[in-house]
């Protein structure tokens, strides 16, 4: 699926439709270049999930969790991990085992020590706004997409 968004608004409210559609348990990897809007996706998301506060890249803690109204998210920033061994001691394999939604920005730097994406979304700069796609790897990730697709009109 590719989208087209024109701002960081835009990025914000697509971000809230994503969420409102999420299950409560999925693995989404969030890819693209420093300042492509990768958190505000995540903003959106947990807006919708019912966070009102506020959301910052965890850009040096690694790990940002979220308690919802009805369920768990935890925000990933893996930047400046310099090994993946590192995610052993944040305990990621019991957030993977908890029933809860990992956002995960720069999952490459993570290599195999990640549990597998349902969904990728791709961010990538255009001229004027942001280009995303959208890559299920699971049944419920191609769910959501499907999901998408009826309310965006586009594929």
């Known amino acids: 699926m590719e989208i087209m968004l ?4 835009a990025q914000v409210d697509f971000g809230v439709r994503l969420g409102r559609l999420l299950p409560a348990h999925l693995v989404i990897y969030l890819e ?6 990768k958190t505000t996706l995540v903003r959106g998301i947990l807006r919708a999930l019912g966070h009102h506060g506020s959301v910052r890249s965890p850009t040096y803690t690694l790990i940002e969790p979220y308690e919802l109204p009805g369920a768990r998210a935890y925000h990933l920033d893996l930047y400046r ?6 995610l052993e001691y ?4 019991d957030l993977s085992a908890e029933d809860a939604l990992l956002l995960v ?8 020590a990640l549990p597998a994406p349902d969904l990728t979304i791709r961010i990538r700069y255009q001229s004027r706004g942001r280009h995303l796609t959208l890559s299920a790897s699971t049944p419920e990730g191609a769910a959501l997409v499907g999901a998408l697709c009826g309310r965006e009109g586009s594929a």
Do not use: F, Y
């Open 6 to 9: 024109p701002d960081s608004e």
């Open 32 to 37: 693209g270049d420093l300042g492509t809007g």
């Open 81 to 86: 991990l310099a090994d993946p061994e590192e």
């Open 90 to 93: 944040l305990g990621l394999r």
């Open 105 to 112: 920005e720069w999952p490459e730097r993570g290599l195999d």
